[in-house]
């Protein structure tokens, strides 16, 4: 792999880490909810980056790229937040930096991506009757 697609999966995984920690601050210290739900939200703020990082270790590729999709919710959970309510304007900002990040890391592995030629190409013509 060339150096400059191994930086920017690692990149993508060091933002996937700080989005976890970022979630944890948010629903911790920051803006918590009511004791009794605590957990329950945590839970739902931070469970769903979990499968993305648990892949980071054994393929960085794959792990950036499902941290990415799912990164898609948390951009949206960031723009909502960031418009609906300024106490966590500050938060949720860095929350959408960090998912453009992770969703920029693996947009720039991919355009750099090759795969393996499993097939030869059919010569011009044929094929398509």
Not at 15 to 42: D, F, G, K
Not at 75 to 93: E, I, K, Q, T
Request: hydrophobic share 55%; aromatic share 8%.
């Amino acid at each position: 792999m060339n150096s400059a697609k191994v930086d920017a999966l690692r990149i993508g995984a060091m933002a996937l880490i700080a989005l976890a920690l970022l979630q944890i601050l948010w629903h911790v210290w920051l803006a918590p909810p009511p004791t009794a739900q605590l957990w329950p939200t945590l839970a739902l703020a931070v469970m769903p980056l979990l499968p993305g990082l648990w892949v980071c270790l054994r393929n960085l590729r794959r792990g950036v790229l499902i941290g990415g999709i799912v990164c898609l919710f948390y951009f949206c959970h960031g723009v909502s937040a960031a418009y609906g309510d300024p106490a966590v304007r500050v938060p949720a900002l860095a929350e959408i930096t960090l998912t453009l990040i992770v969703i920029g890391a693996s947009g720039w592995d991919a355009r750099h991506y090759k795969r393996k030629r499993t097939q030869a190409p059919l010569p011009p013509g044929e094929g398509l009757g």
